[in-house]
């Protein structure tokens, strides 16, 4: 079975700290995609990062990046100077065999 | 590029009433088109997958009956869900994947139903 194991319930960090969100996954596929999505308050998902999991160098997107470890089967997140708009659920994913597979989710919060 | 849109944002009904909510891919043509559920301070739950033009593909435990979902064209997918009841109130989600490219997901803002 394919699972998306998110830790960290919740996390609060000052702003423009730097912030770590995991998550860890299991897949039998060799062929997969992993995403960071956020949703705000509004509840719209939004794409954070993609990172096709053949591809060893870490995406980055502006102040967002990723430390995708495939041996250990983990993705992380990373957040740099955050932002009080960055205030949102995390969820992790794992795209693979078609299904898109969710983590629970990390409830970030930016304190000014 | 690839905005999502859902109709209506959110919506009352009435116990046993049908409601239909509409899903847009804006700017893409979307082969596949999904509908998820989202209770409070939860993930998503995957409904179901509607490709253009076939019937869409329920996961273990929706009722098909109850959650019609019709994929009429590369842009529009709609969700029915018939004799609502009071457990039916959630937020739904919609999201689309440009052909060719079912990895990526983009959402609609979702829909809020209560049953009342």
């Known amino acids: 079975a394919q699972t998306v194991t998110q830790s960290q319930p919740e996390m609060s960090v000052q702003e423009a700290e730097t912030v770590t969100l995991s998550c860890t996954y299991d897949t039998s596929e060799s062929n997969y995609y992993l995403f960071w999505y956020k949703q705000p308050p509004s509840r719209q998902m939004i794409l954070v990062i993609r990172?096709?999991?053949?591809k060893q160098q870490n995406a980055t997107e502006n102040r967002f990046s990723v430390n995708f470890q495939k041996a250990a089967k983990s993705f992380s997140l990373k957040i740099s100077d955050s932002q009080l708009g960055d205030t949102a659920m995390y969820f992790c994913a794992l795209y693979s065999n078609y299904q898109l597979i969710w983590g629970a989710g990390t409830k970030l919060i930016i304190k000014p | 590029g690839a905005v999502v849109s859902q109709h209506p944002s959110w919506v009352i009904c009435k116990s046993g009433t049908s409601v239909k909510i509409e899903c847009r891919s804006l700017?893409?043509?979307?082969?596949?088109m999904f509908w998820y559920r989202q209770f409070p301070k939860q993930s998503l739950m995957l409904m179901a997958t509607?490709?253009?033009?076939?019937?869409?593909?329920?996961e273990q435990g929706v009722e098909k009956d109850k959650f019609l979902i019709n994929h009429a064209s590369l842009t529009l997918s709609t969700l029915t869900v018939t004799s609502a009841h009071p457990e039916d109130s959630s937020f739904y989600i919609c999201s689309a994947s440009p052909g060719g490219n079912q990895e990526t997901q983009y959402f609609g803002p979702g829909t809020r139903l209560l049953v009342l």
């Open positions: 700017d893409f043509q979307a082969t596949t």
């Open positions: 990172q096709e999991a053949y």
């Open positions: 509607s490709n253009e033009g076939s019937k869409a593909t329920y």
